[in-house]
């Protein structure tokens, strides 16, 4: 998922969980529905693959960034397809729960049509990559919010065989760039040499000995502690592939806890269960209710409104936190 237009439709998204997108039906989407239509698409993907306990509380756990794209639509410095957008919301709604998958690896035709850049390379101004007709906005440190870049060159895809470096385009989809020969390689099968998933043939993994194997789903063994089903975990104890717990199911002691049971269920250290999320006022690891942070004491604590002092996103009820004055507040808008 290279190009810069999946990245911007991703973009929207910021979630505790990963890789969202869902089944939501086909047809045109107008762009003030997108974000809409997409959240609902994540979060059915999500549940049907058993990440989340239901559409709701995924919902609930969803932050929404539209309106600097918005704005760049309205600039015309990004061109919309309503079609292609309905188009790349439907094929993202098909995609497997299996991370290793084709349909999850590469980034769907529809989704690079649906935003493109019309600002042609070496112009401006830009304020994203989306805007850049090469998918590439080199944006300055001007000391403020919005700070208007230029777009760069346009680099073409490089195919199998062909040289890759930091000054060509990315390698086709079934090939990586592989950085001892600086040449685009077709994806490994089993037994491969790989030193990173990506480097594997679809449907495959890079074990820690460095070749590609099998990938393990539900059921299978997990030596190695991986599965590639979004909504399983691999068992300690049968070191099996299953489904993440649910409220009452055994989950680890610290760290390896947060991995253990389907959002938005945490591992309550006490009980070494799942069990809902804390909310304001008891200790946490990393993760509150919704409508909460948890503190730099390990407690959870109310987002805060627009105006009160900050040291991080998460603790505003906006997502944005002023680095320069360090208070909650609404994020610009660029362009």
Excluded: W
């Excluded at 230029?150 to 090939?175: H, K, L, M």
């Excluded at 594997?200 to 599965?227: I, K, W």
């Excluded at 004491?297 to 906006?318: F, L, T």
Aim: with cysteine; proline share 4%; glycine share 12%.
């Amino acid at each position: 998922m290279a190009s810069s237009s999946l990245r911007a439709l991703g973009a929207l998204v910021i979630s505790l969980g990963c890789s969202f997108a869902a089944a939501c039906g086909g047809g045109g989407v107008k762009l003030d529905d997108l974000p809409d239509e997409l959240i609902d698409a994540l979060c059915e993907r999500q549940v049907r693959c058993g990440a989340y306990t239901n559409v709701a509380d995924c919902k609930a756990d969803v932050r929404v960034r539209f309106e600097e794209i918005q704005a760049g639509v309205e600039a015309g410095r990004i061109d919309y397809d309503e079609d292609r957008a309905g188009d790349c919301v439907e094929a993202l709604g098909s995609a497997s729960c299996d991370a290793t998958q084709e349909n999850v690896r590469e980034e769907p035709e529809a989704c690079r049509d649906a935003l493109r850049g019309t600002v042609p390379d070496g112009m401006g101004p830009c304020y994203g990559d989306l805007e850049c007709v090469s998918g590439d906005c080199s944006i300055p440190d001007c000391g403020m919010a919005c700070c208007a870049g230029v777009c760069g060159t346009t680099r073409a895809e490089v195919a199998i065989g062909g040289t890759c470096n930091g000054t060509t385009g990315p390698c086709v989809a079934g090939s990586f760039c592989d950085s001892a020969t600086t040449t685009c390689t077709a994806l490994r099968a089993v037994g491969g040499p790989c030193s990173s998933n990506r480097q594997c043939a679809y449907g495959l993994y890079c074990l820690e000995a460095g070749t590609c194997a099998d990938a393990p789903n539900r059921g299978d063994a997990c030596p190695e502690q991986y599965c590639a089903d979004l909504g399983d975990r691999c068992d300690a104890t049968s070191t099996t592939c299953v489904g993440l717990g649910r409220v009452g199911d055994a989950c680890s002691e610290g760290f390896a806890g947060l991995f253990d049971c389907i959002a938005p269920l945490t591992c309550n250290q006490t009980t070494l269960q799942c069990d809902n999320p804390p909310t304001a006022g008891q200790p946490c690891l990393f993760f509150c209710a919704s409508g909460n942070f948890c503190n730099a004491n390990d407690v959870c604590e109310a987002e805060k409104a627009n105006g009160q002092g900050c040291q991080g996103n998460s603790e505003c009820q906006s997502s944005y936190c002023d680095e320069t004055t360090s208070v909650c507040g609404d994020e610009p808008v660029c362009g």
